[in-house]
């Protein structure tokens, strides 16, 4: 019973025997809420703290205790500084304070400097005080200030009365003597240096880097201090930006056949980047494939053709109006064979003065003669489907312009050896020589039916649905949504043939007579045309005249047609010949049909039995013989 008890009594006192794990747990807990409420704590008082500093640091200035002010700015600015980098998250509101506090010096230093400057302030004895005392933030502020001043009077934003002012004013402030001083003494060497740093500066914002380059080289040869410090810093910020934009500029000048563009881009850009590779071979690609050059006074030649017929099975195919595709690739080997080299019509004229137009030297290569093309009236009416002309210009997988149309058995055909463009861009990609710095020819465009084959205005549907009925084609509706369409595929038709070399004219919104049209009449049209082609081609500055019925010049009707910046005008003749007058240059052009081919004397030009289809003039013996 006694060992029994013994054991009972141990068991209860057991029970009662708190567990000592449970109490150590209890403390641990207890001890992390009394960390925790330390910490939010400290952090309270911390940012209570923080937040006191900027108002604090805001009064001194107010005050004038500009100790005060330091010592609080410097208090922050130690605390950060020793942070380790890798800490500086945890200085997060101590960096931001500072900020504000740099930046409360600077507004008010701002302040003053405006003032000195726009007002011819003098400064109080309070504002030097306050610069004099704050240098510390001040000092580096006001040196930075003189400098872009006198960088300001170089560039000419700011005249030399008003620098001087300024300067005078500022010289009574702590230690900027040491840095004003200096600048000062070159404020007349910086004068004698403007004209050429404004013309450098000129030529960089209209993005001529080499000029401007250029120039700069030749101030940092005459100059020193300041101004050649300054060149050199621009010819290195100059040389950064111009480098891969006009490389690839000139490379892109190379897959065009720009290659006399192309050599004088690289050619100056080497001189500049000497010893940089790629440069090189780029410029040795554009030499390979120029030549000397010469200034060409005789007499340039203007061939017009109007579409080709694709299809030698339609049953118009034997009209007199146009020639086949197979002819115009004979004419173009014609051409070369006898050294004829396009170039671009627009080369004679410079326009860029509004008013008046001077005239170009044409230069071509030596031993060729120009030639200008032209390719009439390219809306793709539905009047000409029955000569077994395209329907339309498309573009195929490659971006290359083709022509589309549907053969007598119905089947639809896209080909580049289908139209005049395709033909052409093909035979200079064979014969980069035949075009002279990537020239191509003029595409002339009206508007009343269609353009490139496209609906492209409400304006039109009628007149397309009437002439596709005359065609013996059913008409077809068109929603905004498909003019729209058209318009998208039309524009970038258009941006792939103005990158590879064509140019556009008008020839008229409604293909009118415009020597017999009165003056209403001519602005009615030019508007509509303007409109709805204009708006995608972009700025056109010539117009080929529909039937040669060409406006004289100084004609009211022509005037208003210049100030449209219509400068270039084509009219119809068998002779070449061009000629300058009051803000326009002349050009006639000779219409190569079937007719010319067969009724006309073009030796001049190309042995036309060499151009005309073998199958056609066989046919034409044969009738000759019958008769």
């Given at each position: 019973m006694y060992r029994s008890g013994i054991r009972i009594i141990d068991s209860y006192e057991q029970e009662k025997r708190p567990d000592?794990?449970?109490?150590?747990?209890?403390?641990?807990?207890?001890?992390?809420?009394?960390?925790?409420?330390?910490?939010?704590?400290?952090?309270?008082?911390?940012?209570?703290?923080?937040?006191?500093?900027?108002?604090?640091?805001?009064?001194?200035?107010?005050?004038?205790?500009?100790?005060?002010?330091?010592?609080?700015?410097?208090?922050?600015?130690?605390?950060?500084?020793?942070?380790?980098?890798?800490?500086?998250?945890?200085?997060?509101?101590?960096?931001?304070?500072?900020?504000?506090?740099?930046?409360?010096?600077?507004?008010?230093?701002?302040?003053?400097?405006?003032?000195?400057?726009?007002?011819?302030?003098?400064?109080t004895s309070g504002d030097i005080e306050f610069m004099n005392e704050m240098e510390e933030l001040t000092s580096s502020r006001i040196s930075q200030w003189l400098h872009d001043l006198c960088e300001e009077f170089l560039l000419g934003t700011i005249e030399k009365p008003d620098i001087i002012f300024i300067f005078s004013q500022m010289s009574e402030i702590?230690?900027?003597?040491?840095?004003?001083?200096?600048?000062?003494?070159?404020?007349?060497?910086?004068?004698?240096?403007?004209?050429?740093?404004?013309?450098?500066?000129?030529?960089?914002?209209?993005?001529?880097?080499?000029?401007?380059?250029?120039?700069?080289?030749?101030?940092?040869?005459?100059?020193?201090?300041?101004?050649?410090?300054?060149?050199?810093?621009?010819?290195?910020?100059?040389?950064?930006?111009?480098?891969?934009?006009?490389?690839?500029?000139g490379e892109h000048m190379l897959e065009r056949y720009r290659y006399y563009s192309a050599e004088a881009l690289f050619s100056n850009m080497a001189v500049i980047f000497p010893d940089d590779e790629r440069i090189t071979n780029d410029l040795l690609e554009a030499t390979r494939n120029t030549s000397a050059t010469t200034t060409y006074t005789g007499t340039v030649e203007v061939l017009c053709v109007r579409q080709l017929i694709a299809d030698?099975?339609?049953?118009?195919?034997?009209?007199?109006?146009?020639?086949?595709?197979?002819?115009?690739?004979?004419?173009?080997?014609?051409?070369?064979?006898?050294?004829?080299?396009?170039?671009?019509?627009?080369?004679?004229?410079?326009?860029?003065?509004?008013?008046?137009?001077?005239?170009?030297?044409?230069?071509?290569?030596?031993?060729k003669r120009p030639v200008i093309l032209v390719l009439d009236s390219f809306d793709y009416s539905a009047s000409n489907y029955i000569y077994g002309c395209c329907e339309r210009l498309v573009l195929n997988d490659q971006d290359q312009v083709c022509g589309e149309y549907r053969d007598s058995d119905g089947n639809t055909t896209i080909s580049r050896s289908a139209e005049a463009i395709g033909i052409l861009d093909a035979f200079i990609e064979e014969h980069p020589d035949f075009s002279f710095d990537g020239a191509k020819g003029v595409i002339s465009i009206c508007g009343y039916e269609s353009c490139?084959?496209?609906?492209?205005?409400?304006?039109?549907?009628?007149?397309?649905?009437?002439?596709?009925?005359?065609?013996?084609?059913?008409?077809?509706?068109?929603?905004?949504?498909?003019?729209?369409?058209?318009?998208?595929?039309?524009?970038?038709?258009?941006?792939?043939?103005?990158?590879?070399?064509?140019?556009?004219?008008?020839?008229?919104?409604?293909?009118?007579?415009?020597?017999?049209?009165?003056?209403?009449?001519i602005v009615a049209d030019t508007e509509k045309w303007l409109e709805q082609i204009g708006s995608l081609t972009g700025p056109v500055h010539m117009i080929v005249y529909p039937g040669g019925n060409y406006i004289y010049g100084t004609d009211p009707r022509a005037e208003y047609l210049k100030d449209l910046g219509f400068r270039i005008f084509f009219g119809i003749g068998y002779n070449p010949y061009y000629i300058y007058g009051s803000n326009y240059l002349y050009y006639d052009r000779l219409i190569i049909s079937d007719s010319a081919l067969r009724n006309t004397d073009l030796s001049r030009l190309f042995d036309s039995s060499l151009v005309i289809d073998p199958e056609q003039q066989s046919t034409e013996q044969e009738q000759q013989e019958i008769v």
């Amino acid at each position: 019973m006694y060992r029994s008890g013994i054991r009972i009594i141990d068991s209860y006192e057991q029970e009662k025997r708190p567990d000592r794990g449970y109490t150590a747990a209890a403390l641990i807990c207890l001890v992390l809420i009394f960390v925790i409420v330390g910490v939010s704590i400290w952090i309270k008082t911390t940012n209570r703290q923080e937040q006191s500093v900027l108002p604090d640091f805001v009064a001194a200035l107010d005050q004038g205790r500009y100790e005060d002010a330091l010592k609080i700015y410097r208090d922050v600015h130690d605390r950060v500084v020793a942070v380790d980098p890798g800490d500086m998250e945890s200085m997060a509101s101590e960096t931001q304070v500072m900020a504000q506090m740099e930046a409360e010096v600077d507004s008010r230093l701002q302040e003053i400097e405006s003032k000195i400057r726009y007002e011819r302030y003098e400064p109080t004895s309070g504002d030097i005080e306050f610069m004099n005392e704050m240098e510390e933030l001040t000092s580096s502020r006001i040196s930075q200030w003189l400098h872009d001043l006198c960088e300001e009077f170089l560039l000419g934003t700011i005249e030399k009365p008003d620098i001087i002012f300024i300067f005078s004013q500022m010289s009574e402030i702590g230690n900027i003597s040491a840095s004003a001083t200096p600048l000062l003494q070159e404020i007349e060497t910086i004068e004698v240096a403007r004209g050429d740093v404004q013309a450098a500066e000129s030529a960089f914002r209209q993005e001529d880097y080499v000029l401007a380059v250029q120039i700069y080289q030749e101030v940092t040869e005459g100059y020193s201090g300041f101004v050649l410090d300054f060149s050199e810093r621009r010819i290195s910020e100059i040389k950064e930006i111009m480098y891969e934009p006009m490389l690839q500029d000139g490379e892109h000048m190379l897959e065009r056949y720009r290659y006399y563009s192309a050599e004088a881009l690289f050619s100056n850009m080497a001189v500049i980047f000497p010893d940089d590779e790629r440069i090189t071979n780029d410029l040795l690609e554009a030499t390979r494939n120029t030549s000397a050059t010469t200034t060409y006074t005789g007499t340039v030649e203007v061939l017009c053709v109007r579409q080709l017929i694709a299809d030698t099975t339609s049953p118009g195919a034997d009209s007199d109006l146009f020639i086949t595709c197979s002819e115009f690739q004979r004419m173009l080997e014609q051409l070369y064979a006898n050294d004829y080299v396009l170039v671009d019509a627009e080369t004679m004229a410079d326009m860029s003065e509004d008013t008046f137009m001077t005239e170009v030297d044409l230069t071509v290569p030596e031993g060729k003669r120009p030639v200008i093309l032209v390719l009439d009236s390219f809306d793709y009416s539905a009047s000409n489907y029955i000569y077994g002309c395209c329907e339309r210009l498309v573009l195929n997988d490659q971006d290359q312009v083709c022509g589309e149309y549907r053969d007598s058995d119905g089947n639809t055909t896209i080909s580049r050896s289908a139209e005049a463009i395709g033909i052409l861009d093909a035979f200079i990609e064979e014969h980069p020589d035949f075009s002279f710095d990537g020239a191509k020819g003029v595409i002339s465009i009206c508007g009343y039916e269609s353009c490139f084959g496209y609906i492209i205005s409400e304006d039109e549907v009628d007149d397309r649905n009437d002439a596709l009925a005359a065609a013996g084609r059913p008409s077809m509706q068109f929603s905004s949504a498909d003019i729209e369409a058209n318009r998208a595929a039309v524009s970038e038709i258009m941006n792939v043939l103005l990158d590879t070399g064509w140019k556009f004219a008008s020839s008229t919104y409604g293909n009118i007579n415009a020597f017999e049209a009165d003056y209403d009449t001519i602005v009615a049209d030019t508007e509509k045309w303007l409109e709805q082609i204009g708006s995608l081609t972009g700025p056109v500055h010539m117009i080929v005249y529909p039937g040669g019925n060409y406006i004289y010049g100084t004609d009211p009707r022509a005037e208003y047609l210049k100030d449209l910046g219509f400068r270039i005008f084509f009219g119809i003749g068998y002779n070449p010949y061009y000629i300058y007058g009051s803000n326009y240059l002349y050009y006639d052009r000779l219409i190569i049909s079937d007719s010319a081919l067969r009724n006309t004397d073009l030796s001049r030009l190309f042995d036309s039995s060499l151009v005309i289809d073998p199958e056609q003039q066989s046919t034409e013996q044969e009738q000759q013989e019958i008769v």
